[in-house]
């Protein structure tokens, strides 16, 4: 799913799922929801984080319980955690992120496979995907809260 396709479905579900998520007070009312550090257009993860504002308290385990029961085959609550009001937003909080790099041969036969370790944000205006061939797979494994 690209980044927008991903805000869609959590929205749709968050909606669905009839949770007391609060709206921004603008004219055209948004959802309180931000997912830390988008995919980038063909790239694959195995977990993204999101935020999401409530407006009165939730059991944390139950939010995930309601989200999974209404979110399409293949897509899955792992955990669910409150965090306070107080606490940096999750965008700020990626300390890097973890990826698994398929590069193939011409004939599609895997030529080797990298796992390397990137600080959040643009390396010396250098992307993951910039490093490697177009015909590379790359998958994000895990974004590091610090």
């Not at 869609?8 to 799922?17: F, N, V």
């Not at 063909?42 to 995930?64: C, H, R, W």
């Not at 895997?110 to 995907?129: D, F």
């Amino acid at each position: 799913l690209s980044h927008l396709d991903l805000m869609k479905l959590l929205e749709r579900a968050i909606r669905r799922s009839d949770l007391p998520v609060v709206y921004s007070g603008e004219f055209s009312p948004r959802m309180k929801l931000s997912v830390a550090w988008p995919l980038s257009v063909g790239m694959s993860s195995l977990g993204e984080y999101a935020d999401i504002t409530l407006n009165k308290y939730v059991f944390p385990d139950q939010v995930g319980k309601v989200l999974d029961h209404v979110l399409p085959a293949g897509c899955k609550i792992v955990e669910t955690k409150l965090i306070g009001l107080q606490e940096k937003a999750l965008t700020v909080q990626v300390k890097e992120a973890k990826w698994r790099v398929t590069v193939l041969n011409e004939d599609g036969s895997v030529a080797e496979i990298q796992e390397l370790t990137l600080p959040s944000g643009p390396v010396k205006n250098t992307r993951v995907q910039d490093m490697f061939a177009k015909t590379a797979k790359i998958e994000r494994m895990e974004l590091v809260l610090g």
